[in-house]
């Protein structure tokens, strides 16, 4: 009975070892464990997480470089391969769409070395990585994802995720597509990696870091994997199929105005909250492009939920009460996420945006110094209804303007609240902090 309770003990101690991401900061970080996903998928992804942020928020703008990917724990199983993924998805599930923005073949989270490195859960992993957020994708709210497949021991896949804020101009859905589908194995999707190696990805992208640990055992995987690791019969089915391949609808659709990308909305999921290019859209002439096709109609996609139902019956066109018209998540109310599109919004109302400087506020808010220190992490302000900036990491971001058409609730708020005018009408609309 000792003797037994003596190798229970051991393996508990070793259990609580194995390795968590702690940069990004992950969803739920004061309870987050380190085990892997279940071995039939039915947690994935993000270890089935309540997406819970704890006032993390990880603030990256388009383009940024060297951001930090670290972990904890000690049970780095001879390293391994790793992926960093984005999906706009802010509470994902199994049929959510994710792009890799980074592949690490080999020696990750650990290097040169053939098993663990001790039995403490709560080391600091010594061996750093960074990725790089690409320029071309959309701007908006959604998850950042760090998996990996470990070298030595079991097969499994381990997952954690993170809240993420994407910040900037100018990206488009179509780059985000492009983008490789997660790979996914060990979670009984019939794709399964090879013991003693660091896994080769079937589509790693681009962008690729290759790092020899103690050994040098590069091997694809094995089974029905297929270009994106995603086969039909697994339990995670949102590898390559999913809703972003639809091309946006405004693709065809003169934009006499050049003002902001159209593309972000048509994306699955998520929040968007574009910022238009610096070329103002300002048309002297009233533009006779028919009108869009209001594209989310058909396929409405799911903002991050708030506890009200949504009124969107009601035009208020006097007082639109933002506080209430917080999407829920009903597919009947959801067509505002990508008002963004509407190319025929007034455009006369935007005074000649500018992404960087501060607006002058017309309203009862005004801008904080881009860099200055805040206290309250994820907070947004709504300066004077036509920007906004967010405290990310401890200091207030850069004054972004929003789209044609929209504008804000003035003030300083855990949450944003907008309101949207279509067509003569004002719909009041909620983006939650993630």
Avoid at 24 to 52: M, Q, R, T
Avoid at 122 to 148: L, M, R
Wanted: hydrophobic fraction near 30%.
């Amino acid at each position: 009975m000792y003797a037994k309770t003596l190798v229970l003990g051991g393996l508990v101690g070793l259990a609580s070892a194995h390795i968590k991401m702690s940069h990004p900061v992950p969803y739920g970080a004061s309870s987050l464990d380190n085990s892997p996903l279940k071995p039939d998928g039915s947690d994935f992804p993000c270890k089935g997480s309540a997406y819970n942020a704890e006032g993390a928020s990880n603030v990256y703008g388009l383009g940024s470089s060297g951001n930090k990917l670290a972990f904890i724990g000690s049970a780095v199983h001879g390293g391994g391969s790793c992926q960093v993924s984005i999906t706009y998805d802010a509470q994902p599930n199994a049929n959510s769409v994710w792009k890799v923005i980074k592949s690490i073949e080999g020696g990750c989270p650990a290097q040169d070395q053939v098993g663990n490195m001790g039995d403490n859960a709560a080391q600091e992993v010594p061996y750093k990585y960074s990725f790089d957020i690409p320029s071309d994708v959309p701007a908006g709210n959604g998850t950042i994802a760090w998996t990996w497949f470990n070298k030595v021991g079991n097969r499994e896949m381990y997952m954690n995720c993170g809240p993420v804020t994407l910040t900037g101009s100018g990206g488009s859905e179509t780059a985000y597509s492009a983008l490789p589908d997660m790979f996914r194995a060990n979670i009984g999707n019939g794709c399964e990696t090879l013991s003693d190696t660091d896994v080769e990805f079937p589509n790693a992208g681009q962008v690729i870091e290759k790092l020899n640990g103690a050994t040098d055992a590069f091997k694809p995987p094995n089974g029905s994997c297929g270009p994106t690791g995603a086969p039909g019969s697994g339990s995670g089915n949102g590898g390559g199929s999913p809703a972003p391949t639809t091309a946006p609808p405004t693709t065809e659709a003169p934009t006499p105005t050049g003002g902001a990308d159209a593309s972000a909305p048509t994306l699955p999921g998520g929040v968007f909250i574009p910022v238009p290019t610096t070329e103002a859209p300002a048309p002297t002439s009233a533009p006779v492009a028919p009108a869009p096709e209001e594209p989310s109609t058909e396929e409405p996609a799911p903002f991050e939920p708030a506890p009200e139902t949504p009124s969107t019956e009601e035009p208020a066109p006097v007082e639109p009460t933002p506080e209430e018209g917080a999407g829920s998540g009903d597919a009947a109310s959801q067509p505002e996420t990508p008002v963004i599109t509407d190319p025929i919004s007034e455009a006369p109302v935007q005074d000649t945006p500018e992404t960087e400087a501060p607006v002058p506020p017309t309203d009862n808010n005004t801008a904080t110094t881009p860099g200055s220190a805040c206290a309250n992490e994820g907070e947004w302000n709504c300066v004077g209804g036509s920007s906004f900036q967010r405290c990310a990491s401890g200091a207030w971001s850069v004054v972004m303007q929003l789209a044609a058409g929209t504008s804000c609730e003035a003030g300083q708020s855990a949450n944003i609240n907008m309101i949207v005018t279509r067509n003569g009408r004002k719909r009041a609309i909620r983006s939650m902090s993630v």
